[in-house]
């Protein structure tokens, strides 16, 4: 990225980065709720677009972003192509990747009550992975995602939690799949209730119960059928159907692609309604014997949904972010809802965009235009290159990703999913206000610690547009 320094910038430089001379250089106001710097205009998208010169100027078409997207699957090995998948796969690889996923370092859990989770229990769920019971050569399968479904780090929907009455973040949950993923089969448990399974961006383990088995050219003819919607709201909801419960108010994440039929003859219900106000929808369904099988289910027309992806532009980045404003956090995408690197990966997953999963993965992705940060980056250069951030970039701290949405005040403001804020206050005390939900705040006040703000714990600045070699 091309880095130039605002005169604004000059004071923050000539004093160094501190809460004393920040607040001094450039005070934010302090609302009520107790985010520094936002009050209620701030929480719309409007305002953030009024900003901008040229928003709905497209950044990539979708020419350069299929190229995008076919470049991080080659590079990026995070994001699994299964069409690559040989028919047999090598017992010791599929070994391999179930330990590195389904391994814990015997420290402590807990439940949801506070009880340490017994060693004993937890050793089971290691015997559980059957890896006695994988062969020399696995026999690949394939399946389509029927209901949103946990990826686990082991085959148990048990919630274990690192302190006592920490119940937000299960260690256990690594991800959610939505209705319509391909995935690969390759193993089973010891008691037969979960798989092992590659989905495009993550291998973990999912309940059996959500997946329907099928041949390579059923699951892959679903995934690239057409005509198709794409869902560009938070989330929407399939109609409710006592005729077909299984895609009875089925919940589809932005971004997901949904084949529908345009030619559905309008004198014939679906379920035991009529289809002229909603969308006829393809959906899989698991049969009894855990086959592949296929049905329609209506989707209410005026839900947020269009024919084909959005156009990668800054008013979508920006607009698309903000139906998220409020989500409460779900680590791991629990609670029906998303993390930070869920979060922002599905904003730009609503515009054909793809992105590894998790955020360590995300921060070093060999094929975005990325800016590295590291022990020996000093204050200056880091403050250059936030002065130099565009909306929809990526900041990058351990653990954590911000997406940009404009400036104000002087300086950048981010919008993320986040659990919590730390800022010094006008008394120059540390204070911290809880969040746990998608919110805005400013980007430079917020501490990782006493000494450290989240500048300084920056590790990448990653900017959705292909990298130059």
Request: glycine share 8%.
């Amino acid at each position: 990225m091309r880095i130039l320094i605002p005169a604004a910038l000059a004071l923050f430089l000539a004093v160094g980065w501190t809460p004393l001379a920040a607040r001094a250089a450039n005070p934010l106001p302090m609302p009520a709720h107790g985010v520094i710097g936002v009050e209620a205009p701030q929480l719309t998208p409007q305002f953030w677009l009024d900003r901008l010169a040229h928003p709905d100027q497209v950044i990539m078409d979708r020419q350069a972003i299929a190229t995008y997207d076919a470049r991080v699957t080659k590079l990026d090995p995070e994001v699994y192509d299964l069409h690559d998948l040989p028919a047999k796969l090598d017992g010791k690889t599929l070994k391999s990747w179930i330990e590195h996923r389904s391994h814990w370092a015997r420290h402590a859990f807990y439940d949801v009550h506070g009880q340490a989770v017994p060693r004993a229990r937890l050793d089971g769920f290691v015997h559980d992975l059957a890896l006695d019971r994988i062969p020399a050569q696995v026999n690949v399968q394939y399946g389509l995602v029927a209901h949103r479904a946990a990826l686990r780090t082991f085959p148990t929907m048990l919630r274990v939690f690192s302190e006592p009455g920490e119940t937000d973040i299960d260690r256990f949950q690594e991800t959610a799949l939505v209705p319509g993923t391909p995935v690969a089969v390759l193993h089973e448990s010891r008691d037969g209730e979960w798989y092992f399974v590659e989905s495009p961006r993550y291998r973990a383990w999912v309940e059996k119960k959500y997946v329907a088995i099928g041949d390579a050219r059923e699951v892959f003819g679903y995934t690239d059928k057409a005509p198709y919607r794409v869902v560009t709201g938070a989330s929407v909801r399939t109609v409710f159907t006592p005729e077909q419960p299984a895609v009875s108010q089925l919940q589809l994440d932005m971004g997901t692609r949904v084949p529908f039929d345009p030619d559905w003859p309008a004198d014939q219900p679906v379920n035991g309604e009529g289809p002229d106000a909603a969308w006829v929808l393809e959906l899989p369904v698991r049969n009894p014997d855990g086959s592949l099988g296929f049905t329609h289910a209506l989707l209410q027309r005026n839900t947020d949904t269009q024919a084909g992806y959005l156009d990668l532009t800054r008013a979508n980045i920006i607009r698309q972010a903000f139906k998220f404003l409020g989500e409460r956090y779900g680590w791991g995408d629990a609670y029906d809802g998303r993390d930070c690197s869920g979060f922002v990966s599905d904003v730009y997953r609503s515009m054909g965009i793809l992105m590894p999963r998790n955020t360590s993965a995300q921060s070093v992705s060999p094929a975005a235009d990325r800016t590295a940060f590291g022990a020996s980056t000093s204050r200056a250069e880091r403050m250059r290159a936030v002065h130099s951030l565009e909306v929809g970039d990526l900041v990058y701290i351990p653990g954590h990703v911000m997406m940009v949405i404009g400036r104000l005040h002087g300086q950048p403001y981010v919008i993320h999913d986040v659990l919590g804020a730390t800022f010094f206050g006008a008394d120059g005390k540390l204070e911290h206000v809880k969040l746990n939900e998608v919110s805005v705040t400013p980007l430079l006040p917020m501490q990782f610690n006493r000494k450290q703000t989240f500048v300084d714990r920056m590790t990448a600045i990653v900017r959705v547009r292909p990298r130059g070699d």
